[in-house]
């Protein structure tokens, strides 16, 4: 059996991906916001179903955008997950912002929106929930705290691209959602990300800060960084917009392959997708464990098939050796408990139904 990764890149066919690139080879103008990074803009718009979106060149960049277009004030407080990629927490200290760690749910693995009030102080600005697997966060409870104690809200989104929960697309929660379009995503731009937001003045504010704040040739309006998608992986994005909607209907053809072969087993808990309202993108087939030594026996036990399944997200983020145990002793249990004990199998849609088999035969054999 080939090398089975946890995911493999979405992309289209290869004459496909040259015939868009023709007229851009011809042009000379590969980034700048060209014409492709408009379309792409635009059809995104349309796709989401958003008021506004701003592309960026990944999603990391993305997140601190969105903080600072938002004028999140230097020593604030954030709310916000440790059960994430480091990314959401990097985002926030590099914005000289305070993340304060909410514990998570044991069902969906969002955060615990019952905990985040007590967390509230007179320093807080922010909260920064996560989509976690494309389980969606309870929106209604956390826009109920953030209208309450003045607080904007920044979705890391990045799970959740094409999602929808009661018929709202996804991207229209919150102050700003953020999107990664990394190659591992169900929709990709190799690398790319987008904030997406209600108004205009926001938009100028975004482009502002991805473009050094470039109005013109001679009006630099605002100070900003560089952060813009260039016009190759924006073709990739058109391409790989056209076929999204079939990515996800294979994916989910895979899910149901592995839940049944997996449903039923004692000793192991399978996503259920089934969190109400919720349009899935099934873009993460995660599985846990009784306890980490389990968990890491499975681990290894597939490696040595060349199946690379991921300890997704261990450790938390928090524990990140970087921050020197500074949050070892917050009151994180389900979150480090759910860490210890989680695995990412793979998914993606040219994924054989006989390698979903093999694994789940290594995974039973060691339960």
């Not at 042009?27 to 059809?43: D, F, I, P, R």
């Not at 069902?107 to 989509?131: F, G, M, Q, R």
């Not at 904007?152 to 996804?170: L, M, P, Q, T, W």
């Not at 991207?171 to 731009?189: E, I, L, P, R």
Request: net charge negative; hydrophobic share 40%; proline share 4%.
């Amino acid at each position: 059996m080939d090398k089975i990764l946890v995911t493999r890149s979405a992309m289209p066919e290869y004459e496909e991906y040259i015939e868009m690139i023709k007229p851009l080879w011809d042009s000379h103008w590969l980034t700048n916001m060209g014409v492709y990074h408009k379309e792409l803009e635009a059809k995104l718009k349309e796709y989401m179903d958003v008021p506004q979106i701003s592309l960026m060149v990944n999603g990391h960049m993305a997140l601190e955008m969105a903080m600072q277009a938002l004028d999140l004030p230097a020593g604030g407080e954030v709310i916000t997950t440790p059960f994430t990629f480091i990314s959401t927490t990097h985002a926030i200290i590099r914005n000289k912002l305070v993340p304060v760690f909410c514990d998570i749910k044991e069902d969906d693995y969002t955060i615990d929106e019952n905990k985040i009030e007590s967390l509230i102080t007179e320093k807080t600005v922010a909260i920064v929930p996560v989509h976690v697997y494309g389980n969606i966060c309870n929106v209604e409870v956390i826009n109920e705290i953030a209208k309450r104690y003045n607080l904007k809200v920044i979705y890391d989104a990045c799970h959740s691209f094409g999602e929808a929960y009661k018929g709202v697309k996804i991207g229209n929660f919150g102050d700003a959602s953020v999107f990664s379009f990394h190659a591992t995503k169900v929709f990709n731009t190799i690398e790319g990300g987008a904030v997406t937001f209600k108004t205009e003045e926001l938009y100028e504010r975004l482009y502002n800060l991805k473009n050094f704040g470039i109005r013109g040739e001679e009006h630099i309006q605002d100070v900003g960084a560089n952060a813009k998608l260039n016009e190759f992986s924006a073709i990739m994005g058109l391409c790989n917009l056209r076929h999204v909607d079939d990515n996800i209907r294979l994916r989910k053809e895979k899910v149901q392959q592995y839940i049944q072969h997996l449903d039923g087993e004692e000793g192991i808990t399978i996503q259920r997708f089934d969190q109400p309202n919720v349009v899935y993108n099934y873009g993460y087939f995660p599985v846990r464990f009784q306890n980490e030594e389990i968990r890491n026996k499975v681990y290894i036990a597939l490696r040595e098939q060349d199946i690379y399944a991921r300890k997704y997200f261990y450790p938390l983020t928090a524990d990140a050796e970087c921050f020197r145990n500074k949050y070892k002793k917050d009151d994180l249990s389900v979150a480090r408990r759910v860490s210890k004990t989680i695995l990412v199998l793979p998914l993606y849609p040219e994924l054989e139904p006989e390698h979903i088999q093999r694994i789940c035969e290594i995974v039973k054999m060691h339960l």
